[in-house]
């Protein structure tokens, strides 16, 4: 039988999620409380992400005895993934927002509030508010957090009001796009690029080619700068071709070999200075270092890289036991810091919690990934790959998964795959 990429890729994913469900329905036959069972049991998970949303859905649903409340500051999650689409004019901001009622029809309990403090010794979380929940086994997905101290002069404010990075959707989303509404024709879009590692590699290069896209079609005279502290980037061929297909010259990139990571910035004077030269822009998008979501820094699950490590079978901490973290913030290499990887990581770390609370081993987890990039709204790229567990590290599967072929033969087809994909494991996550 032959099988499609677009079969390959949706094969994988199908695997991954019922070989997870597979071994958490299996932990029912056994338990710790004598009845068939994990009633009783609380699990707590704090963000409502591609990581968090997931695991509270799945553990629900590999045990719907179990206790599961979900913890968000917000009433909604709008999404990393395809906030480019935003930015280049091509969605609406509602488009990409999730609220959580599925989940809360799952019966899982969502409360609305920032967590500020979690005590892994007592097992609580407490909120801003003062209320605090107890816990069985916790789960952390905070995202992404920056380093704002890296680049001179770089701060939140100024990241808020303007030179957003809008590396974390929302008002910074619709500020950079309000921004490249207001420039005029001919002006000058400077995007820094961060270091890795970073979420979503291959973000900043689509957010160049759909702003290239958006310019093309009302501001034909304008430029982009990318300055990047890095020597290569993700799918690069791929992307160069795409932008000179779509673009022609519009899209300049300067590399780390060239002193590309921006240092510095001057707001008032909307300068950046990147390898000691100083360029000017009339629109900038600055993409500061990252690290973990600033409650795992809070509750000491970080280490010195500013990301938290895990035993990559369980997601469990080594720094605090009966504490899951998932998705950007852990430690997951070789798997990027992705929507799709956060997801497959919190269905694996679910059939692990649920296998605990049964006293059965742990299952053997497995991941699939893929990356979906938009260069023009009917051109697509992407890169996948497939995951298993070696000795206790995640590893690549060799020969599984691989990136788009050049020349753009099936540019066309997968940028209706990206669009299909989002559709898949939105609904996934949030949908009923």
């Known amino acids: 039988m032959s099988l499609s990429r677009?079969?390959?890729?949706?094969?994988?994913?199908?695997?991954?999620?019922?070989g997870a469900m597979g071994a958490a329905t299996g932990c029912q036959q056994g338990n710790g409380n004598g009845d068939g069972t994990a009633s009783g049991k609380r699990v707590v998970v704090i963000g409502g992400g591609f990581g968090g949303a997931t695991a509270a859905k799945y553990v629900k649903m590999f045990d719907d005895t179990i206790d599961v409340t979900m913890i968000d500051g917000k009433a909604s999650h709008t999404t990393c993934p395809f906030s480019n689409l935003v930015i280049g004019g091509l969605k609406d901001i509602d488009e990409i927002t999730h609220d959580f009622k599925a989940l809360e029809k799952r019966g899982v309990n969502v409360v609305k509030g920032w967590v500020t403090g979690v005590d892994a010794e007592a097992q609580s979380v407490t909120l801003e508010d003062g209320r605090s929940f107890e816990y069985d086994r916790l789960v952390v997905s905070p995202g992404i957090d920056f380093n704002y101290?890296?680049?001179?002069?770089?701060?939140?404010?100024?990241?808020?009001?303007?030179?957003?990075?809008?590396?974390?959707?929302?008002?910074?989303t619709l500020l950079l796009r309000r921004q490249l509404e207001e420039m005029e024709d001919g002006g000058t879009f400077i995007l820094g690029a961060p270091p890795n590692p970073f979420r979503c590699p291959p973000g900043p290069y689509e957010r160049a080619a759909l702003v290239a896209n958006y310019f093309k079609e009302h501001k034909p005279n304008s430029k982009i700068l990318i300055l990047d502290p890095k020597t290569g980037f993700s799918k690069e061929g791929l992307f160069r071709e795409g932008w000179t297909a779509n673009y022609g010259n519009m899209i300049e990139w300067i590399g780390g070999d060239f002193g590309g990571g921006v240092e510095k910035v001057d707001p008032d004077t909307m300068t950046v200075v990147a390898g000691g030269t100083e360029y000017k822009g009339d629109v900038i998008n600055v993409i500061p270092p990252q690290k973990a979501g600033k409650i795992a820094q809070v509750a000491g699950l970080a280490d010195d890289s500013g990301w938290c490590p895990v035993n990559q079978q369980t997601y469990e901490s080594t720094i605090h036991e009966r504490i899951h973290v998932v998705g950007d913030a852990c430690i997951g290499s070789p798997m990027p810091k992705s929507g799709f990887s956060a997801n497959s990581q919190a269905k694996n770390c679910a059939a692990s919690i649920v296998a605990m609370f049964h006293n059965e081993s742990a299952p053997i987890p497995s991941w699939v990934n893929t990356c979906y990039s938009l260069v023009a709204p009917d051109y697509g790229i992407s890169v996948a790959a497939v995951y298993e567990l070696k000795d206790g590290k995640t590893t690549s599967v060799e020969g599984a998964g691989g990136v788009s072929p050049l020349g753009g033969e099936n540019a066309e087809a997968e940028a209706g795959y990206a669009h299909d994909w989002y559709a898949s494991i939105t609904k996934d996550i949030w949908g009923s």
């Open 6 to 18: 677009r079969g390959f890729l949706k094969l994988s994913a199908a695997m991954a999620s019922a």
């Open 149 to 172: 101290d890296a680049i001179e002069g770089y701060t939140e404010e100024v990241a808020n009001t303007s030179m957003p990075h809008a590396w974390q959707a929302g008002e910074q």
